[in-house]
């Protein structure tokens, strides 16, 4: 035995569905030379991360190990999996390999962080491949919802692992390469140790439909419609773009774009040779000369987002243009559960100005761009490993895709974030276990999720907050009594009386019974201030705030 061993690492996306990061190593225990698989975020919610911006994975392992690191590839231009190169593409220092569209969307977000041209690199499909350290990688192009989607060949001394990224299996994807089942039985011939597979869309026991089945239904849609035309997708899924957009050409509409990230992925996917044959647009500004009845907006919001061009729309007006009794408003997408609060939302807004909202209620207006049960089945088929690895899923899911491979013989792991596995030998082990976690993006600075920060803003948002101030002078006494200011807190409690003098009153009692020696003692004037500040506020209000206390002192 050489000492060497193969690893396999989820940072993100591994037990959640989003924030894909990935690890894989080859060498002696501790000594592995890495590569990175995906650098993605996930989005907060006012609930649980109330005013951040981006939830990003947790790299301190990779970063202390940063020397060790050959190469980043990111499979595809998704959010959840190029969303973080930019702000991380600094602390780890090494080439991002990408192909050409995702290379694309990749450099927009390292130029906004002031990346060097250098720190990208182009890279053909397979079978062209990246020397990083002791692997080979190649990108093998596979179907998804967005172009030029691929999953990984990674070839080590130990073996081929085969990352299949996000996939499904469409033959008829309207924009980009479609699933080529011969490929990927090409690139499994010599035998595949492991198959680290998408597990999206395993309780889902239909086979996946085609991109191309929609257009049709889309068309009679847009045709029937008498007012003007809004249509809401993922603006990162190109191909439905077209349809829609052609099915507004052939119903004698004008397409108008709204939504920065929708144009980008628009022109990107042209200027990239991607997208052929989309209808001409036109800006909002001449849109909005355009009759009702010949015009269709294609706009970003899908999800609920609160500065979307959707729920602008809904809430009045977005760029001149407005939304009227007889207009009609498709989603031609499937919320993404934990945002159904802000699509609903939005659906009862547009229903109150009288438009019509169609939902995809029936899966005649969208389709999953993931792989349903039995076409992960049919890949399991095609690659035939030695064993599986699920991710990109919830527990849940990791769990039932390696019992969908056990049906047919094939043995699999259950790997979460931070649980590093062996994948040496004939059978996968743990070989060890990496504290994980997430950091925030909170403004313009990045935080950790243990810090507190976001913990004490909920907190704040349950509880309220009260900001108690007194004077103590030269002699140790106090100059007058404590005031108080209060957030967040009904102006009046129990008592009827207004919230700030009860507690102006109880702090008083307090301070005027307070010795010399309570008063000189920081901590314990602070904490028993606190006290009473919370003690007061919870027998008036049933809440027990966050307190802050200021002492000044005069010398």
């Not at 010599?190 to 086979?207: E, I, M, Q, R, W």
């Not at 849940?396 to 790997?415: D, S």
């Not at 108690?468 to 009386?497: F, H, Q, Y």
Request: charged residues 25%; contains cysteine.
């Amino acid at each position: 035995m050489s000492g060497e061993r193969l690893i396999y690492l989820p940072l993100g996306g591994a037990g959640e569905i989003g924030m894909n990061a990935y690890v894989y190593g080859y060498g002696k225990p501790g000594q592995e030379r890495l590569i990175v698989v995906d650098l993605g975020v996930t989005f907060p919610d006012m609930d649980t991360t109330p005013g951040v911006d981006l939830i990003l994975p947790d790299i301190s392992w990779l970063e202390a190990r940063k020397d060790r690191i050959d190469a980043i590839f990111v499979t595809h231009a998704h959010e959840d999996h190029v969303g973080a190169v930019g702000h991380f593409w600094k602390r780890l220092g090494v080439t991002i390999h990408a192909r050409k569209f995702t290379a694309a969307i990749a450099r927009h977000k390292l130029d906004e962080h002031g990346a060097p041209d250098s720190i990208l690199n182009v890279v053909e499909p397979w079978p062209a491949v990246v020397e990083a350290g002791p692997f080979k990688v190649g990108f093998v192009p596979i179907s998804h919802s967005i172009p030029e989607s691929s999953g990984l060949v990674i070839d080590s001394p130990e073996g081929r692992v085969l990352h299949s990224g996000d996939f499904k299996v469409d033959h008829t994807p309207v924009v980009g390469e479609p699933f080529n089942p011969d490929l990927w039985a090409e690139v499994s011939k010599g035998g595949v140790k492991a198959l680290v597979c998408d597990s999206t869309n395993v309780f889902s026991p239909l086979p996946g439909r085609s991109e191309a089945t929609l257009a049709p239904e889309i068309e009679k849609l847009i045709a029937a419609q008498p007012g003007m035309v809004v249509a809401t997708t993922f603006a990162s899924n190109v191909a439905r773009l077209k349809t829609i957009a052609i099915a507004a050409d052939r119903a004698g509409r004008t397409v108008c774009l709204l939504g920065r990230a929708m144009r980008r992925m628009v022109e990107t996917a042209t200027e990239c040779g991607l997208l052929h044959g989309f209808p001409k647009t036109v800006g909002p500004e001449e849109a909005a000369s355009i009759p009702r009845e010949k015009l269709l907006l294609l706009v970003t919001g899908s999800q609920g987002e609160r500065r979307a061009a959707s729920a602008q729309l809904a809430q009045g007006s977005y760029l001149g243009l407005k939304l009227q009794e007889g207009d009609s408003f498709l989603f031609s997408s499937r919320t993404i559960p934990g945002n159904e609060r802000g699509v609903i939302k939005i659906m009862n807004q547009l229903s109150e100005k009288g438009v019509d909202v169609i939902e995809d209620t029936h899966g005649l207006f969208h389709v999953s761009g993931h792989a349903n049960r039995p076409d992960l089945q049919l890949l399991h088929d095609i690659v035939r490993p030695q064993f599986l690895v699920p991710m990109h899923g919830e527990h849940r899911h990791l769990r039932e895709h390696v019992k969908l491979g056990l049906e047919r013989g094939l043995p699999g792991i259950v790997a979460v974030n931070g649980m590093m596995l062996d994948l040496s030998g004939n059978a996968p082990k743990v070989a060890e276990y990496i504290d994980t976690g997430r950091s925030y993006l909170d403004g313009s600075v990045m935080i950790g999720a243990m810090d507190g920060i976001v913990r004490d803003r909920i907190r704040m948002a349950l509880n309220g907050h009260v900001t108690v101030t007194m004077i103590i002078d030269e002699n140790d006494e106090p100059l007058g009594d404590p005031w108080c200011e209060v957030m967040g807190l009904p102006e009046k409690g129990r008592s009827k009386a207004p919230l700030v003098e009860t507690l102006e009153s109880d702090l008083a009692a307090f301070v005027n019974k307070a010795g010399r020696r309570m008063l000189r003692d920081e901590d314990k004037l602070d904490r028993e201030l606190k006290r009473i500040a919370r003690s007061t506020t919870q027998a008036e209000t049933g809440k027990k705030p966050e307190v802050n206390v200021v002492v000044s002192r005069l010398s």
